[in-house]
């Protein structure tokens, strides 16, 4: 009998939920054929078959969460046990929570409570650390109902109930036509990370534009031979991947970030592409994105937008990005403020080319205008900066030599 065991899942990611078992129990399986779905924070991961035999039994359940090195089930050797399946364990309801009243600064750690589950490690840690009670998060969202520390950090995010707090709200009532899902974990996750970055950085967000002429001139004249000598077109994102990376060796406080009471300045660049994928947005990391040529950046960024497309993306594609890009103009976006990527200081917003008259010369003239916005924090990256870095990527992109010429 061989155990089916859950894959290490990255960096910063401890626990996944089980989505789906793409097999019975009792059914035949072949050598690395994918056998379970796993969802974490970030992607979804198929398990494969670690042996080809029958899938003898089902440890674990749909939504039930399982750490790194956790059995979800067992593959007996040949077909005889196909004839005794193993029935699949059905999921324990969590339990209710019991109405309180929240006062969480009254206590220095974590607090059992009669019906309530014990909290998972992390939540315990992150529980002691700020003095928040089981009785006061109630049930959690974890494994029979344990606690985990996306519930902490979500009831951390929710300001502190008034000492006469009735019970807690009841569901809405669903009118004709509405429809209750329940979120994703990717989708809670990108929920939980936007309103973390909201609440820990000091935001801001700049503005300008970019006569996008001569970059389209200069992709017209050459997008033919591009393609035919390095077989990936030439977009707009190089440019502005290059563009970025000139501007951040200029201003590094743009590409660092706050750790605890450091600046951690990096000498490289991770560039991160927000592409949208079936279950949300993600943004894979272009590592090196500062050695690299633009049929390279287009290759890469080309793959990534496939993997995304087709839910293939891997953890490690997704961590470790020091500034990131995100597109909104092949949604028509035509102005909006990006979120920062914590613990990144930076984000840049290419928006949709929309032909504008604009003064040239003293004479008007209709050109193809890109707002562009930098989304920053304000704790690490100064205005006069964040301005600054702007203008250079405005300047980089109206004159793409700079870009050839390093300068």
């Given at each position: 009998m061989t155990d089916i065991l859950v894959p290490t899942l990255g960096e910063s990611v401890s626990s996944a939920t089980v989505a789906r078992w793409l097999k019975k129990a009792g059914e035949a399986v072949a050598a690395d054929e994918p056998l379970v779905e796993l969802e974490t924070d970030k992607v979804t991961v198929e398990v494969n078959a670690p042996s080809a035999g029958v899938l003898e039994a089902i440890a674990a359940a749909e939504g039930a969460e399982v750490a790194p090195g956790a059995v979800l089930g067992s593959i007996a050797a040949g077909a005889a046990a196909a004839a005794k399946p193993a029935p699949a364990p059905q999921p324990v309801a969590p339990a209710p929570a019991t109405p309180h009243v929240e006062t969480p600064r009254a206590v220095t750690g974590p607090v059992a409570v009669p019906g309530a589950h014990a909290p998972l490690p992390a939540a315990a840690k992150l529980m002691a650390e700020s003095g928040a009670s089981a009785a006061a998060i109630g049930a959690g969202t974890g494994k029979d109902g344990r606690i985990t520390k996306g519930d902490v950090?979500?009831?951390?995010?929710?300001?502190?109930?008034?000492?006469?707090?009735?019970?807690?709200k009841a569901a809405r009532a669903l009118e004709a036509g509405e429809e209750r899902v329940k979120m994703t974990r990717l989708r809670a996750t990108i929920a939980r990370r936007l309103k973390e970055a909201q609440n820990t950085a000091a935001m801001l967000t700049t503005f300008n534009e970019v006569d996008m002429g001569a970059a389209?001139?200069?992709?017209?004249?050459?997008?033919d031979v591009f393609e035919k000598k390095h077989g990936v077109k030439l977009g707009f994102m190089s440019f502005f991947v290059k563009a970025?990376?000139?501007?951040?060796?200029?201003?590094?406080?743009?590409?660092?970030?706050?750790?605890?009471?450091?600046?951690?300045?990096?000498?490289?660049v991770h560039m991160g592409i927000a592409v949208g994928g079936p279950s949300g947005l993600v943004v894979p990391v272009v590592r090196n994105a500062d050695t690299l040529s633009f049929a390279e950046i287009e290759k890469t960024i080309g793959a990534f937008g496939k993997k995304a497309r087709d839910g293939a993306l891997k953890l490690d594609e997704l961590a470790g990005g020091s500034f990131t890009i995100t597109n909104g103009g092949i949604y028509g976006s035509l102005m909006s403020t990006p979120i920062l990527n914590p613990p990144q200081s930076g984000i840049l917003g290419m928006h949709k080319i929309q032909e504008r008259p604009m003064v040239v010369g003293g004479k008007i003239e209709v050109r193809p205008m890109m707002y562009i916005a930098l989304s920053y924090d304000h704790r690490i990256v100064d205005g006069k900066e964040a301005v600054s870095f702007l203008v250079r990527v405005k300047e980089s992109i109206e004159d793409p030599r700079r870009l050839m010429l390093d300068i």
């Open positions: 950090i979500d009831f951390l995010a929710r300001p502190a109930a008034a000492p006469a707090a009735a019970a807690p389209m001139a200069l992709r017209t004249e050459y997008k970025c990376v000139a501007a951040l060796k200029e201003f590094p406080a743009v590409n660092a970030e706050i750790d605890g009471d450091e600046i951690v300045y990096k000498n490289f």
